[in-house]
């Protein structure tokens, strides 16, 4: 089954760029699904980032938008996040998801990977 | 404070059943949008519990049950485990321009 697993810093200096990929197991990004990712502050809610499809859609959190990047790699089978000028409050666990879509407003999300802890401190 | 708000806490013993609110608007559950339903057990990552209302993914015990009436959705839990001890999520799609995807505040269920 698929499986996907996150790698990237652990810690990010404040005004920086948080970068972190999510490699694809078990099956392909270019399957008939999106790929998302989602974060959770210590403590906090789940809060989505974005996603993207292999063919290039992308949407964003109109919340982050200006400061997130998704892209996908189809050669390695993974997709990326990257997040700029991070402040402690960007501090938090991020998991990559795949999006399974059944129509355009009924999607969920799995499944999941194990998630990084990312801390934004000097 | 999340579009999609939960109770942040609900109890019970085991054996017991408890029911997991989800309260949207005319947005998004309201509007006719699926509900789906994560659990996080602590330390881990969130794993799909419901998906589409009412559908369980394969693995999920029928103890687990979902649904949905006008701008509100519900996860009742029957014969509580006290490995149901979990956090557990609500998610929905909404129309507005506060963005498309949604999560509920999350739910801490305890087995006293």
């Known amino acids: 089954q698929v499986q996907l697993q996150e790698s990237g810093p652990g810690l990010v200096q404040p005004s920086g760029t948080l970068s972190l990929t999510c490699a694809v197991s078990?099956?392909?990004?270019?399957?008939?699904?999106?790929w998302s990712w989602v974060r959770q502050s210590p403590g906090k809610g789940l809060e989505w980032i974005a996603e993207?499809?292999?063919?290039?859609?992308?949407n964003y959190n109109p919340s982050l938008r200006s400061r997130v990047t998704i892209s996908v790699d189809k050669s390695k089978n993974q997709f990326s996040l990257k997040l700029s000028s991070v402040t402690a409050a960007d501090t938090a666990v991020y998991y990559c998801?795949?999006?399974?879509?059944?129509?355009?407003?009924?999607?969920?999300?799995?499944?999941w990977g194990q998630g990084i802890l990312v801390t934004v401190s000097s | 404070q999340s579009v999609l708000t939960q109770p942040p806490s609900v109890s019970g013993a085991p054996g017991q059943r408890v029911t997991i609110s989800c309260t949207g608007s005319?947005?998004?559950?309201?509007?006719?949008?699926?509900v789906h339903w994560y659990q996080q057990l602590p330390g881990t990552a969130p794993k799909l519990l419901m998906f589409?209302?009412?559908n369980r993914p394969s693995g999920v015990p029928d103890r687990f049950s979902g649904s949905k009436s006008g701008t509100s959705a519900s996860l009742a839990i029957t014969g509580l485990q006290a490995e149901d001890e979990a956090d557990y999520y609500c998610?929905?799609?909404?129309?507005?321009?506060?963005?498309?995807?949604?999560f509920g505040g999350g739910t801490k269920l305890t087995v006293l």
């Open positions: 998801a795949r999006e399974v879509v059944t129509t355009m407003t009924t999607f969920w999300f799995d499944p």
């Open positions: 998610q929905s799609y909404d129309s507005s321009l506060s963005g498309f995807v949604l």
């Open positions: 589409g209302n009412t």
């Open positions: 005319s947005s998004n559950i309201g509007a006719g949008y699926d």
């Open positions: 993207i499809y292999h063919s290039g859609g992308i």
């Open positions: 078990g099956g392909s990004i270019s399957s008939r699904n999106w």
